[in-house]
């Protein structure tokens, strides 16, 4: 089966840096997604990869590695409004985008 | 209209009713998408469309039907409610099915007593 594994929830300080890390078992890659949703709201867009290494936009960061079905989304710089869920989605053989359950980002003052 | 709209935001239906969930975007976009959000799991696909005229079944199609009559509207239905399908609907649509971010409209909540 396909599966995407990503940490339930994680906490960090105002300022300081998170690690979001995601695993993936697909049948077939056509690229991983990032994506950040609210509570109560919509997911949007945050990052793109579909070669390995790092893509860097502003705080944000994604890196990705193929060969070990590995990504991770780097936060810098920690803001409140940056409390939301993270969400890994990998797109398969199919085109069709698998989700992870996503991560829970709490972010203290 | 900016974006994707989806209509109702939010709705109580009872058991064996027929509901049709709307959603239309104005990006012209080829590519659209019907997911559900229920706690504890990912976003799992319900249907999707690659470009008008043509629907597909993702991972949970079981009691939803779709159409894509033109390239802004694609109405999710439910023909015959169950409790099961209470959650949360996201509609979404990007430029093309394959290499491009997927923009999501602002979800139905849909309870099914």
């Known amino acids: 089966g396909q599966n995407i594994d990503q940490p339930t929830e994680m906490t960090a300080t105002e300022g300081a840096i998170v690690q979001i890390n995601c695993t993936y078992q697909?049948?077939?890659?056509?690229?991983l997604f990032w994506y950040q949703q609210h509570a109560g709201e919509a997911p949007t867009f945050l990052s793109y990869?579909?070669l390995d290494g790092l893509e860097e936009k502003g705080r944000f960061s994604s890196f990705l590695s193929r060969s070990k079905g590995y990504s991770y989304l780097l936060l810098k710089e920690l803001q409140m409004k940056d409390s939301a869920s993270y969400l890994c989605a990998v797109m398969d053989s199919n085109y069709q985008l698998i989700w992870g359950a996503g991560t829970k980002l709490i972010i203290k003052p | 209209i900016a974006g994707i709209t989806q209509a109702p935001t939010s709705q109580i239906l009872a058991a064996g009713r027929r509901m049709t969930l709307r959603c239309t975007q104005d990006m012209r976009h080829n590519a659209m998408y019907w997911y559900r959000q229920d706690l504890g799991l990912g976003l799992r696909l319900i249907h999707y469309s690659n470009t008008a005229g043509t629907t597909g079944k993702g991972e949970v199609p079981d009691g939803y039907s779709v159409s894509r009559a033109n390239t802004d509207d694609f109405p999710l239905t439910l023909a015959s409610a169950v409790p099961s399908q209470t959650s949360v609907y996201f509609c979404?649509?990007?430029?093309?099915?394959?290499?491009?971010?997927?923009?999501f409209g602002p979800g139905t909540r849909l309870t099914v007593t």
């Open positions: 697909t049948s077939g890659f056509n690229g």
């Open positions: 979404a649509s990007s430029e093309e099915a394959v290499g491009h971010e997927q923009y």
């Open positions: 990869n579909v």
